[in-house]
């Protein structure tokens, strides 16, 4: 199957760093439009945070999904994007048929890029749920380690590229453009 040369999709789990790669692409306004998935919720329906808990997770995930399946009906084929997805797009355990919906879009027809915070998942879930402890999220510490390293083991077997940010963020931005240079 010939994938979709000019829409390239940034995954991996919570805080390992795909909003700062998003957000220095942006400032530097090269010829790679960054779209973020998470963003476009907002602007539409506000905070993650108060939606899912006046409606559901499941609510959310549903909203996701339609946000990606029109941005993929409606993007421009002569253009280039770096679209990044929230954690839970591909892997989730609250509805797994929302996931599957997005697994089987995604994977195969378009490139993947699996952002993680280092090659070993252990310490990767360590950095990860040091930052994790900035953010306002109801789960525990364990929860947070487990679910790192079972997202990561997903991404990272599904995605075309594997990044680390542990590298400086100027190499990662590098790759990305480089991935994308190389791919179009």
């Known amino acids: 199957m010939n994938k979709v040369k000019n829409v390239y999709f940034l995954v991996g789990p919570s805080c ?11 400032k530097r306004r090269d ?3 960054v779209s973020e998935v998470d963003s476009i919720f907002h602007s539409k329906y506000g905070d993650i945070m108060e939606f899912t ?20 009906e ?7 994007y770096l679209v990044t997805l929230p954690p839970s ?3 989730n355990s609250v509805n797994d048929e ?15 890029i699996c952002l993680l915070t280092h090659k070993n998942h252990e310490l990767g879930a360590y950095i990860s749920v040091n930052r994790h402890i900035n953010r306002n999220y109801e789960i525990s510490t364990e929860e947070k ?3 790192y390293i079972q997202e990561a083991e997903f991404y990272s077997s599904v995605a075309d590229f594997v990044l680390y940010t542990d590298e ?16 179009a």
């Open 168 to 183: 400086s963020l100027e190499n990662n931005l590098k790759q990305i453009k480089h991935i994308i240079s190389q791919n």
């Open 89 to 91: 797009t591909l892997t």
């Open 74 to 80: 409606n993007f421009h084929k002569d253009k280039k």
């Open 53 to 72: 808990n006046n409606n559901s997770w499941e609510e959310y995930l549903l909203k996701i999904s339609n946000i990606i399946t029109e941005f993929l």
């Open 145 to 147: 380690r487990e679910r």
């Open 16 to 26: 390992v760093g795909k909003t700062t790669i998003s957000n220095s692409l942006k």
């Open 31 to 33: 010829d790679i439009i």
């Open 98 to 112: 929302i996931a599957q919906k997005n697994r089987k879009l995604l994977i195969g027809s378009y490139y993947l």
